[in-house]
């Protein structure tokens, strides 16, 4: 039994309404594999091997998701989509997936 996971956006703002931290929190853009401006990490023995990553057009609201599917997933094992920011001090933020 596998697993496919479909993103369509991702926020993270400070609470008082100022700039999105995350670059291209809509997974927009024309890729093959994963979004511009995000990363991947998949852990555990041989878990490449069960999970990829694409372009989803069809269920997608504004045009293009990212896709995560995962064929399996063994005791210990996983896999994310990250990007890398700085919170700056002093500030509240809120997020939403």
Known sequence: MGLSLILNRSTVWPADGSRELLTNSGFEGVYSQLAPSWQENTWGQDQYKHVSWGCEKQSARNG???????SQLAAGCGTMVFQPFTFPPGRVFEGRL
């Open 64 to 70: 293009v998701a990212q896709q995560i599917a995962v």
